[in-house]
């Protein structure tokens, strides 16, 4: 920490926030909010003689409430910048009559009570997210007694009570009496691996952290006996099997089964459960001294402002979403991202550390380059047959594109913004967008010549490159067989598919047409696949009004790792395929030519008219 | 349509047994060849490996090819490679289409030979298809500026912050609190090695 203060090249902002990010890849513009610290950072020498002064008595979030802290404070000894803080909240104010007293005490003149919160602009090449995670809030699992049992606490609450950093100095006591436990339990996967409360997913730390408290216990306090109740012991890791065999060998008991709830005895404090041992199959009561809760991880509460800022996605967990789960592992969906330590999942340090030196690695390669190249297939307005209808400007994910109705300002793309997914182009009602490498010319062709013979017999897919399109690769590898009437045509996001895409295979004579996407948190360009639906919605009303079954053209979400589901879907479509008669196909054709003739009359007479 | 300028070569890999021991890979290359703007259709063993490559590329000498197919298997792996070879040989790469008959044929068909021929032919005429409008592409250049912002000074933002620095690039980080040291600070011994975390 300290090697971060005195780096030559770390500016660390510290009671600083984002506040708003423009530009792209190598060109980020960012405004940060630097809050007041009301003490001057630089001269400040960590004396402690305006701590010792203030009158401010508030509870100390360091050490989780354990004890107190005032309102000028340090918030740990080891704190970097090394310097006070004023919670200027909870400060009584540079009133001489109220207080002042701080003020008075410091030689150094380093308080200031007129600061002032400041805006920072920076100009960046890459950004790394690395702002954490929030830890799980027992508090509703009432069962567990969390905040009405005073001896029960949770593992981050245990690490400041065995931390000889913290209130009690290292000696290990409980919070009723102020006496050293001598039965201790550890309830594993609290909010962790839960399906009604909590998280569903496996928080990764807890049981090896648990391992690791009970070694701390046995080292310091070796007759202390401890239970540990699991679901699994999770010790995956490099060595963690050891120091698992360790805790075992040190007498710790490890009971395959949680305990349904916790009592406590009113006079004692102390608590008593009742747990299923499910490998020996009985019922085990225990009365114990303390319970420490391990609580899960899960995603930051406040995460979302960032996430809209930098136009990151989640995944079903509240995770940030990666590029690609194996490939590109730190970096976010958008270019110059990067994702480091449990913003992206929960991870131990060592984890962390990993990530964030695979970032930096990441975001250097980035750095280095005096210049870089941008993806040619991005969007390009044909500014004579814009509108400045704006439409383009609202289904942007990645705010690339600016317009003006008002001011008669036709389109322009930002195009190192632009990520080429496609969705303004299919949304532009006057073809006035095309996507380069992506244009409609390449996909009306490609849907031709899959239906030149033989229509009848096939069915047209439109598979998005990053899940769907991933999916039916992963089929192939997995050599898992579906009727071959499939003729996929790879779009880069299932936005990209227009609806001319889709009626005119249905003219060429395709008995059905599968459109398919990730599913909506995992799209790969934030939520453009949400104007899939929105399309696919209206097409359907189309059809119907038209007099053809709207079941024909399907639409399902996977993801790339749903290899098996495509296979099923495919073949569940074959059997749709199978009731799709040459009869309503040639009838579909009629309709459709009828449809479009229409529609080019009407536009000629709009044409003559105007 | 026909355009007299199109000069296309599909190469349709073998991949060993993999393609070619559930299609018939020479009726495919038959195909290919007859084909509109097709100038030349080839077999390869492995198309991505040096030899294949170096067999594309030599064609394209030869037949002054301005368009290439391989039918071979995902874009989602050997795209890049095939745009590197074409690019290479002086061709534009997105002058260069993937026909996936791999994934998307052979290993997903391969109990019936003739169903799964017939469905690499429609997947090569669809690649052709789609060639016949490729156009070159300029990836444009932009330049870099040399700083990086991490935001959250916890463990991770720490490491990636030194690394960084380390390297040579400027770092602003930027912590929300009065202090950096993030969740990690507030543990007391952390595993596997069992010492302090700060």
Redesign the interface.
């Known amino acids: 920490m300290t090697d971060v203060g005195r780096h030559p090249r770390i500016k660390l902002m510290t009671l600083s926030e984002v506040e708003s990010i423009s530009g792209y890849v190598g060109n980020f513009r960012v405004k940060v909010h630097k809050k007041a610290r009301y003490v001057d950072e630089s001269e400040c020498t960590a004396c402690n003689e305006c701590t010792d002064i203030c009158p401010v008595m508030k509870p100390d979030e360091y050490q989780m409430g354990f004890s107190i802290r005032k309102a000028i404070y340090m918030p740990f000894p080891q704190a970097v910048p090394s310097s006070f803080v004023i919670n200027m909240d909870e400060c009584l104010g540079n009133n001489p009559i109220a207080c002042g007293k701080c003020l008075e005490k410091c030689d150094k003149k380093c308080i200031d009570f007129d600061m002032q919160d400041e805006i920072v602009e920076l100009n960046v090449g890459t950004i790394i997210v690395a702002t954490g995670l929030d830890v799980y809030d027992p508090t509703a699992l009432d069962e567990y007694g969390y905040t009405r049992f005073e001896n029960v606490v949770t593992s981050l609450e245990f690490e400041r009570l065995i931390c000889a950093g913290g209130p009690t100095d290292g000696h290990f006591v409980r919070p009723s009496d102020g006496k050293t436990p001598k039965r201790i339990g550890f309830i594993q996967c609290v909010g962790s691996r839960a399906y009604k409360r909590g998280h569903p997913y496996c928080s990764n730390v807890c049981c090896m952290n648990t391992i690791k408290d009970s070694l701390l216990l046995k080292e310091h306090y070796p007759d202390t006996e401890l239970s540990v109740f699991y679901i699994d012991i999770r010790a995956f890791g490099k060595g963690f099997e050891d120091l698992f065999n360790r805790s075992k060998k040190a007498g710790v008991r490890y009971i395959r089964g949680l305990p349904e709830h916790i009592a406590e005895d009113h006079d004692s404090g102390n608590l008593l459960l009742k747990v299923e041992n499910t490998t020996a199959g009985c019922i085990e009561e225990f009365e114990l001294d303390m319970v420490v809760l391990s609580v899960g991880l899960e995603s930051r509460q406040d995460g979302a402002q960032l996430r809209h800022l930098l136009a990151l996605s989640q995944t079903s967990d509240g995770f940030l979403a990666e590029c690609h789960p194996k490939l590109m592992p730190v970096d976010a969906p958008t270019r110059g991202v990067f994702l480091a330590g449990c913003v992206e999942a929960p991870k131990d340090i060592k984890d962390s550390v990993t990530q964030a030196g695979a970032a930096a690695a990441r975001a250097g390669a980035v750095l280095s380059a005096d210049m870089i190249k941008l993806e040619a297939a991005t969007a390009v307005v044909d500014k004579e047959k814009c509108t400045c209808c704006e439409v383009c400007v609202r289904v942007c994910p990645y705010v690339a594109i600016t317009a003006s109705r008002k001011q008669k300002i036709p389109a322009e793309v930002t195009e190192a913004m632009c990520r080429g997914c496609g969705a303004c182009a299919a949304e532009c009602q006057f073809g006035a967008i095309s996507i380069r490498h992506f244009d409609d010319e390449q996909y009306m062709a490609q849907t031709e010549a899959a239906l030149e013979e033989n229509p009848q017999d096939k069915v047209i897919v439109f598979a998005c490159n990053w899940c769907s399109y991933a999916a039916s690769d992963l089929t192939g590898t997995s050599r898992v067989q579906y009727p071959p009437s499939a003729r996929i045509i790879r779009t880069m996001c299932s936005g990209r598919v227009d609806e001319k895409f889709v009626l005119q295979a249905f003219k060429l004579g395709a008995p059905i047409v599968l459109v398919s996407g990730c599913h909506f948190a995992d799209c790969h360009y934030i939520d453009a696949n949400r104007w899939t639906q929105r399309r696919m919605d209206r097409l359907w009303s189309r059809l119907e009004r038209l007099g053809i079954r709207p079941e024909r053209l399907q639409l399902e979400w996977m993801s790339a790792a749903e290899g098996n589901r495509f296979a099923q879907v495919m073949t569940e479509i074959e059997e749709m395929r199978t009731k799709v008669t040459r009869e309503e196909i040639e009838e579909t054709k009629k309709i459709l030519e009828e449809y479009e003739s229409k529609k080019k009359k009407g536009t000629a007479a709009l044409g003559s008219s105007t | 349509m026909t355009d007299d300028s199109l000069r296309i070569g599909v190469f349709v890999c073998d991949c060993g047994m993999n393609i070619a021991g559930f299609i018939d890979c020479e009726e495919v290359r038959q195909y290919a060849e007859g084909l509109d703007g097709v100038v030349v259709a080839v077999r390869n063993r492995y198309t991505c490996a040096d030899p294949g490559q170096d067999e594309i590329k030599k064609h394209i000498r030869e037949h002054t090819l301005n368009r290439v197919v391989v039918a071979s298997c995902?874009?989602?792996?050997h795209e890049p490679t095939f745009r590197n070879c074409v690019a290479e040989a002086g061709l534009n790469p997105?002058l260069f289409e993937m026909a996936?008959i791999?994934?998307?044929?052979s290993?997903?068909?391969?109990?019936?030979l003739e169903?799964?021929t017939?469905?690499t032919k429609?997947?090569v005429?669809?690649a052709?298809?789609?060639a016949?409008?490729?156009?070159p592409?300029?990836?444009?250049?932009?330049?870099?500026?040399?700083?990086?912002?991490?935001?959250?000074?916890?463990?991770?933002?720490?490491?990636?912050?030194?690394?960084?620095?380390d390297?040579?690039?400027?770092?602003?980080?930027?912590?929300?609190?009065?202090?950096?040291?993030?969740?990690?600070?507030?543990?007391?011994?952390?595993?596997?090695t069992?010492d302090c975390?700060?």
Not at chain 2, 74 to 77: D, K, N, V, Y
Not at chain 2, 102 to 105: A, D, K, L, N, V
Not at chain 2, 167 to 192: N, R, S
Request: charged share 20%; with cysteine.
């Open positions: 995902s874009p989602r792996l997105y996936n791999r994934e998307h044929c290993w997903v068909h391969s109990t019936n169903a799964a017939q469905k429609d997947i005429k669809i052709v298809a789609r016949r409008f490729l156009k592409q300029m990836e444009r250049e932009i330049p870099v500026t040399d700083a990086a912002m991490v935001i959250g000074g916890g463990i991770a933002g720490i490491q990636t912050s030194l690394d960084l620095a390297a040579g690039h400027m770092v602003y980080l930027v912590e929300k609190q009065p202090t950096i040291g993030g969740m990690m600070a507030q543990l007391d011994k952390t595993f596997p069992m975390s700060i």
